[in-house]
């Protein structure tokens, strides 16, 4: 496997990071409070934590009834593998 080996851990950091937004605006909309912008938690995906943001939607059953995110999030997740894969091959 050729990938650098920061690729993990940003990676992972960045899943947290979207599980935890994820989970924070959950709770945040349970409470009528202010919320985090929908396009921050799809920048967040597209820059690597689509995968913890994808766990977090189907966990605390969040944003799982708007169609931008049934459909942007997986397609992160599939941009993020095939790079991830190219990178290795290389």
Not at 49 to 72: E, P, Q, S, Y
Request: include cysteine; proline fraction near 4%; aromatic fraction near 14%.
């Amino acid at each position: 496997m050729n990938l650098p080996g920061y690729w993990l851990p940003y990676l992972l950091c960045l899943s947290l990071m979207g599980f935890f937004l994820c989970w924070s605006d959950k709770v945040r909309a349970k409470k009528n409070r202010w919320r985090i912008p929908e396009a921050t938690l799809l920048l967040v995906g597209l820059c690597g934590g689509c995968f913890g943001l994808a766990l977090g939607m189907h966990l605390f059953r969040h944003k799982t009834k708007h169609l931008k995110f049934i459909l942007m999030v997986p397609a992160q997740c599939i941009l993020w593998i095939a790079a991830c894969i190219y990178l290795a091959a290389r």
